[in-house]
């Protein structure tokens, strides 16, 4: 996969791209970054990329000429492969899992990271195929934004993760949130480990973990259950749970 990042504050970059398995994915090959400074793509001398809004108000816009000539050039060398353009903004689609895992399908991502009071609508229309926000807050710009995705999707990548650090049972992967986990030692300032987890008991073990999923989403994202077909003893589980909630 290739990753391009337009921004004016590209050394934001260096230290989360460079680090952990950001890192070990570009130096696997399963990933190549290129951060880009669009202000070297504004044609006026003093490289200013914003502009007044027509119709007056307060903040600045960015101008559409040096992001449809920075996203021009990424593409240029390459025209078979059309990538993703991904602007980073407060009113796109809600970031989730899934979106992580469709962007994690793709060759070619590009991430428009603005600091503006906004963009001009042409590069809405014309250059970008996706809208993400990262959730409802306003941050000070899209840099942030786009290094939270650029995580989520990378490490979804094949090969990226080890077995030891493995996606598959992530929360929301599974559809539920992870079950509580335990490490040594076995008793910690009198505070003890569940006993079915010291059984050496498989079938039982699963079982357990299974309940504390369902216990755990239920108890803090029931919204998660709406979109998830639970088993009949997970029903049944869930009754259980429901009995002792006193909101219900
Ligand atoms: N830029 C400013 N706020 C943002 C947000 N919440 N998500 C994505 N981009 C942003």
Avoid at 105 to 122: A, K, N, P, S, T
Avoid at 138 to 166: C, F, H, N, Q, Y
């Amino acid at each position: 996969m290739k990753i391009d990042i337009l921004s004016i504050f590209p050394e934001m970059f260096k230290g989360v791209l460079e680090s952990s398995i950001l890192r070990k994915a570009s130096e696997k090959g399963a990933v190549e970054y290129r951060v880009t400074d669009f202000r070297e793509f504004a044609s006026n001398k003093h490289k200013t990329v914003d502009d007044y809004p027509y119709g007056g108000g307060a903040g600045m816009v960015l101008k559409a000429q040096p992001i449809f000539d920075a996203v021009e050039s990424l593409t240029a060398a390459n025209q078979a492969i059309k990538p993703r353009v991904i602007l980073m903004c407060p009113q796109g689609e809600r970031f989730t899992q899934k979106k992580a895992e469709e962007l994690a399908q793709e060759e070619h991502l590009v991430f428009i990271c603005g600091h503006y009071e906004g963009y001009d609508e042409r590069i809405r229309e014309y250059v970008v195929t996706d809208e993400i926000s990262i959730g409802d807050y306003v941050l000070t710009g899209g840099e942030l934004a786009s290094m939270v995705i650029v995580d989520s999707v990378v490490r979804l990548l094949p090969d990226v993760l080890g077995k030891v650090e493995s996606h598959e049972q992530d929360s929301f992967s599974t559809g539920l949130l992870e079950h509580p986990h335990y490490t040594r030692p076995a008793e910690f300032r009198g505070m003890k480990v569940p006993d079915v987890l010291l059984s050496g008991n498989h079938a039982n073990i699963e079982k357990w973990r299974s309940k504390e999923m369902l216990r755990r989403t239920w108890n803090r994202r029931p919204d998660l259950l709406e979109n998830f077909s639970l088993t009949k003893e997970q029903q049944q589980w869930l009754e259980e749970l429901k009995k002792e909630d006193k909101r219900y």
